[in-house]
T-cell receptor, first 115, second 113 residues
Framework: DGGITQSPKYLFRKEGQNVTLSCEQN?????MYWYRQDPGQGLRLIYY???????QKGDIAEGYSVSREKKESFPLTVTSAQKNPTAFYLC??????????????FGPGTRLTVL | GEDVEQSLFLSVREGDSSVINCTYT??????LYWYKQEPGAGLQLLTY?????DMKQDQRLTVLLNKKDKHLSLRIADTQTGDSAIYFC?????????????FGTGTRLTIIP
C-alpha cells in the first residue's frame, strides 16, 4: 500500500544528544515536509523539500537539520541546539506541480521525549 | 506573515450539528483545507474549498467560505462519537515556489453522549 511511514512512533533521548527521525514515502511525491506539533499551537513548519538535494527552512528551523538524498526519504535530525525538543513530529508529502488541490498527506507521527 | 486562528475547544451532543470556525489573514489564499487528527495519529484531509467558491457539501460535511470576512467554517451534521478529534483549518496562499500551508491551532471536538 502507498503511504508515509515514520519511525519510531515513540522516541526517548537524553538531553544533549542528537536524534534522527525517519520519514519514508512510496507515493512518488516530490515535495516533503516536517512539522512540529505542540498542544494549543497547531502545526509549525520546520523544513521542507521540493526536490531531491534541495530543501528550505520553515518557520522554526533553528536546532534542526535535514537531508534529501533520495526522493522517498526525508530524515530530520533534532540537534542538541534545539532548546525544547520534546514534541510530536509529523512528516508530510505532496505531489509537486499541476493538479488540484495538491493536498499534503501525513505520516502517523513520532513523539519525541527528551529526558 | 499569514495567520490562521481557531478556537481550541468545542463540545457537542451526539446527533447535533458541530460547527468549527476559522479565520485567516492571507487575502491571497487559493485553497483552504480541513484536516482531522485522531489521538496519537497524523492528519487526514477531510475536505477543501477553492477560494472562488462559497460553499462545498460532501455527505455530512459542509464548508462555508466568506472571503470578504476571511472566515471559514466546517459543519458536521449528525455528529457521532467517531467525530471526536482535533480539526485543523489550513490555507495555501499564492506563495509560488514553496507550496507551504499555514495551519490553525486546531479545535478539539468532544462529543457528549
Amino acid at each position: 500500500d502507498g503511504g508515509i511511514t515514520q519511525s519510531p512512533k515513540y522516541l526517548f533521548r537524553k538531553e544533549g544528544q542528537n536524534v534522527t527521525l525517519s520519514c519514508e514515502q512510496n507515493l512518488n511525491h516530490d515535495a516533503m515536509y516536517w512539522y512540529r506539533q505542540d498542544p494549543g499551537q497547531g502545526l509549525r513548519l520546520i523544513y521542507y523539500s521540493q526536490i531531491v538535494n534541495d530543501f528550505q527552512k520553515g518557520d522554526i528551523a533553528e536546532g534542526y537539520s535535514v537531508s534529501r538524498e533520495k526522493k522517498e526519504s526525508f530524515p530530520l535530525t533534532v540537534t542538541s541546539a534545539q532548546k525544547n525538543p520534546t514534541a510530536f513530529y509529523l512528516c508530510a508529502s505532496r505531489v509537486a506541480g499541476g493538479g488540484t488541490p495538491r493536498e499534503q498527506f501525513f505520516g502517523p507521527g513520532t513523539r519525541l521525549t527528551v529526558l | 506573515g499569514e495567520d490562521v486562528e481557531q478556537s481550541l475547544f468545542l463540545s457537542v451532543r451526539e446527533g447535533d450539528s458541530s460547527v468549527i470556525n476559522c479565520t485567516y489573514t492571507d487575502s491571497s489564499s487559493t485553497y483552504l483545507y480541513w484536516y482531522k487528527q485522531e489521538p496519537g495519529a497524523g492528519l487526514q484531509l477531510l475536505t477543501y474549498i477553492f477560494s472562488n467558491m462559497d460553499m462545498k457539501q460532501d455527505q455530512r460535511l459542509t464548508v462555508l467560505l466568506n472571503k470578504k470576512d476571511k472566515h471559514l467554517s466546517l459543519r458536521i451534521a449528525d455528529t457521532q462519537t467517531g467525530d471526536s478529534a482535533i480539526y485543523f483549518c489550513a490555507e495555501k496562499g499564492t506563495n509560488f515556489g514553496n507550496e507551504k500551508l499555514t495551519f490553525g491551532t486546531g479545535t478539539r471536538l468532544t462529543i457528549i453522549p
